[in-house]
């Protein structure tokens, strides 16, 4: 019945500001002591301003382990397909021919940058 009440409040159909008024207008009401009423209205009011809160925050923490869950499902599928190993020894070949594509270029332009040297002390000394 409370929660009716608490609809009808919302509705604007009772008035009742505290939970006095409304514990007084009911005797099913007046069977229970007006502290336990009062915890009672205080509790649904807490439930009916908090709802929202607690809504968000289940979606929140839903969907940080949903994505978590996701996360783990892509890593063993994708090492289930694709042996570790397998994986380093690729990734270490690229690494080795990147170092040597980039030594021989280095050692080309030390190599130009030596011969114009040589090419212009050439022609001073001449």
């Known amino acids: 019945m409370l929660k009716e009440d608490f609809d009808r409040i919302e509705k604007g159909l009772l008035d009742p500001t505290t939970p006095k ?6 005797n099913s009401y007046k069977e229970f002591p007006l502290s336990v009423f009062r915890n009672h209205y205080f509790q649904e009011l807490r ?10 925050k289940m979606k929140l923490v839903a969907r940080k382990e ?3 869950e996701v996360d783990k499902l892509y890593d ?3 090492w289930n397909d694709i042996d570790g190993d397998e994986l380093v020894k690729k990734w270490n070949e690229n690494l080795e021919v990147n ?4 030594n021989k270029k280095a ?6 940058v030596h011969n114009k040297q040589e090419f212009w002390r050439s022609r001073s000394r001449n």
């Not at 008024?21 to 009911?26: A, K, T, V, Y």
């Open 107 to 112: 050692n080309s332009d030390l190599n130009r």
């Open 21 to 26: 008024p409304l514990w007084e207008s009911r």
């Open 47 to 56: 439930k009916r301003k908090e709802s929202s809160f607690w809504r968000h």
């Open 99 to 102: 170092t040597k594509e980039e």
């Open 76 to 78: 063993e599928w994708l």
């Open 66 to 68: 949903h994505l978590a």
